[in-house]
């Protein structure tokens, strides 16, 4: 940041009750962090009961949830504790904490090495979460405007409308930005240094002692790999949930110390053009640097000053960040010929695309993107793989679920590359797949593959994706229907049109409304929604231990997810609750093992009468057709 010097220190007085005043208290800290206060009495509000219960939320609602640590305990144990129990077990974690070491293990990487990953405990991954919530907006307010890894609202796609937008707007300037860094940095996560990593913590504005205590003891637990123990005294454990905020935070002075110099001279400054502008008539050179994760891009208008950058840098990752610069990955690049190689895609500088009007030629140098056509080749080939699997499926069942995961491969690399010039791309992975499905189906149908070849519009799977598309891919019969592989080229190419807007934070009142503005079709559920959770209700739990007792913590929580999606009304008669319609959250199979019996698509909310019709109550003879097919179909799932 330009001006280091921290103004105040505030401690924190923790009193919210509920999750709207959780979002108050993370908004609070976003702007004053931005005013450059820095903050004790964390702790408090990490260990919060709020706080533990939206950690709890948001863990649960991720897949890595069913993945069990060391310690072999999965999510699914905690939720059916008594609420009491899982919040006081938390809180007694915060005060003794002692991490226990990650289960390592293995993933296969683009270039088919293998990265390491950690698996914390799951109460460590709550205790991470929680301490996740607190420290974000306080980093946020302080970050880099340009970097886009492991950030809110920011994706892969942003970094690169980024750099298209600079290389744009020096269209008609001499100093056009058309040479590039391209950084490597060697073991990046592996090799951060806790110590300084520390202090660069407490710089950015986290100044309780207890918290960095924490992180001190999650940076040094270790990890457990064939049943070894291995000590972590550099690096921060990959798969740990505050690892992505802790790595933004290392870096963050590495940003700072290359924006200062062109891109944000002054960002307390109310003129940055200006300020800018300042620089360019003064004669220096300019330079735009552009982050994700550990991969960096610097841009400036010649190549002396690109290998001056690299040499400069070089030397400030090793003297200031401890860290090596790979002298071999790091290449100085020249967006007119070769372009850049940045998250999947490739950067160049080439003339515009000629149109009819002939006023519109021109011989400047814009930004295009295109996929990375080497990265992409190899993940069609991890494709053509999965297809080559389809002839070991027992049954066609098992078919048609492996074309569902090859389909959505399929939508994945599409969407990837989608704000890039990507019909190429996309046509080349149609024909590669079509090829390889030719050969399997061969195999597995001789006689009749070429009857198996049936037009898009008509298959069952993904229908509104296909609906219109008279193009052939093989499929397979499924009780009648057909069931087959889905097209790249469906997705179609969509630009980013503007660049990143930098007001977009889920940590401000206008940040959250420019985000469903740019998100128009997302409609996310208000953060200051009423409990539907009786606390009487929720205190009972506490003492309801027996064996198979339904109304564990789960429940509490899941039924909420149920009451959002049901919309606040019965799914039976679609009353809306009040005081005058009471309320009551039912089990649609009673009959399901503690472990299945509290999840959503088991719950439903229904009225009082409605409930107790279900429950075999008499149905009085004015009740609606429509609402008795309902209360009918209820009863059949509780009498299975």
Same mark, same amino acid.
């Given at each position: ?524 559920? +208000? &953060?200051? *929604?009423?409990?539907? =959770?009786? %606390? ?5 739990? /506490?003492?309801?231990?027996? @064996? ?60 009082? +009468? &409605?409930? *107790?019709?279900?429950? =075999?109550? %008499? ?5 609606? /057709?429509?609402?008795?097919? @309902? ?10």
């Amino acid at each position: 940041m330009a001006n280091r010097e921290v103004k105040s220190l505030v401690h924190l007085n923790v009193r919210f009750s509920k999750e709207a005043d959780l979002k108050r208290l993370q908004d609070l800290l976003y702007e004053k962090s931005g005013q450059n206060v820095s903050f004790t009495g964390l702790l408090e509000a990490m260990s919060h009961e709020v706080t533990i219960v939206t950690a709890v939320h948001n863990i649960k609602s991720n897949k890595g949830s069913k993945t069990a640590g060391v310690d072999k305990m999965k999510m699914d144990k905690y939720l059916q504790m008594p609420k009491e129990d899982l919040i006081q077990l938390i809180q007694s974690q915060f005060a003794n904490y002692k991490p226990k070491p990650a289960r390592r293990v293995y993933i296969e990487k683009s270039n088919g090495k293998k990265r390491p990953l950690g698996i914390p405990t799951v109460l460590d991954r709550i205790i991470q979460e929680c301490m996740r919530i607190v420290m974000e907006p306080i980093c946020e307010a302080r970050f880099y405007p340009h970097s886009y890894g492991f950030r809110p609202y920011r994706a892969q796609k942003h970094a690169i409308r980024d750099i298209i937008n600079v290389v744009n707007a020096g269209t008609r300037s001499p100093d056009q930005p058309v040479w590039a860094v391209e950084g490597d940095i060697k073991g990046c996560f592996d090799n951060i240094n806790h110590r300084l990593l520390l202090k660069k913590l407490w710089r950015i504005g986290i100044q309780d002692k207890r918290v960095l205590k924490i992180v001190g003891q999650m940076l040094k637990a270790g990890y457990v790999e064939s049943d070894l123990y291995h000590a972590t005294t550099i690096g921060t454990p990959q798969g740990g949930i505050l690892s992505p905020l802790l790595s933004n935070v290392y870096l963050n002075d590495f940003d700072w110390y290359v924006g200062r110099k062109y891109m944000e001279p002054h960002r307390q400054c109310k003129h940055k053009c200006n300020d800018t502008r300042r620089l360019k008539w003064a004669g220096v050179t300019p330079k735009y640097n552009f982050r994700y994760a550990d991969d960096w891009v610097v841009l400036t208008s010649t190549e002396r000053e690109a290998e001056r950058l690299k040499r400069e840098l070089t030397k400030y990752f090793r003297a200031k960040m401890k860290l090596e610069l790979s002298q071999e990955k790091t290449y100085v690049t020249d967006l007119r010929t070769k372009g850049i190689h940045f998250l999947g895609f490739v950067v160049r500088a080439e003339k515009k695309r000629k149109t009819p009007d002939h006023k519109t030629w021109t011989d400047n140098l814009v930004g295009k993107p295109f996929p990375d056509m080497e990265r992409l080749t190899k993940k069609i080939n991890g494709l053509q793989d999965e297809i080559r699997k389809l002839p070991e499926c027992r049954n066609v069942e098992a078919q048609a679920a492996q074309i569902q995961y090859i389909n959505a491969v399929i939508m994945g690399l599409a969407q990837y590359i989608q704000p890039s010039i990507c019909s190429f791309a996309y046509h080349e992975i149609d024909r590669r797949v079509n090829n390889t499905a030719l050969s399997v189906w061969k195999k597995m149908f001789p006689k009749q593959y070429n009857q198996m070849q049936q037009p898009l519009k008509t298959l069952c799977n993904l229908p509104h994706r296909h609906e219109g598309y008279d193009s052939k891919t093989f499929a397979i019969s499924v009780n009648g229907k057909w069931f087959g592989i889905t097209m790249a080229f469906i997705t179609h190419s969509k630009y980013e049109s503007i660049p990143f807007d930098q007001k977009m934070t889920p940590y401000t009142a206008d940040g959250r409304r420019r985000y469903v503005n740019y998100r128009s079709k997302h409609k996310p559920l +208000p &953060c200051d *929604r009423p409990s539907i =959770n009786d %606390p009487k209700e929720i205190e009972l739990s /506490a003492y309801a231990k027996g @064996k198979g007792w339904k109304r564990n913590f789960e429940f509490y929580m899941n039924r909420e997810y149920a009451y959002n999606r049901d919309k606040g009304k019965c799914k039976c008669c679609g009353a809306y609750f009040s005081d005058a319609v009471p309320k009551h959250c039912h089990h649609v199979d009673n009959n399901l093992p503690i472990d299945r019996i509290n999840k959503v698509p088991n719950l439903a909310w229904l009225c009082v +009468p &409605c409930h *107790r019709m279900v429950h =075999n109550s %008499p149905i009085p003879p004015s009740t609606d /057709a429509k609402v008795v097919r @309902k209360i009918q179909k209820y009863r059949q799932k509780l009498a299975k």
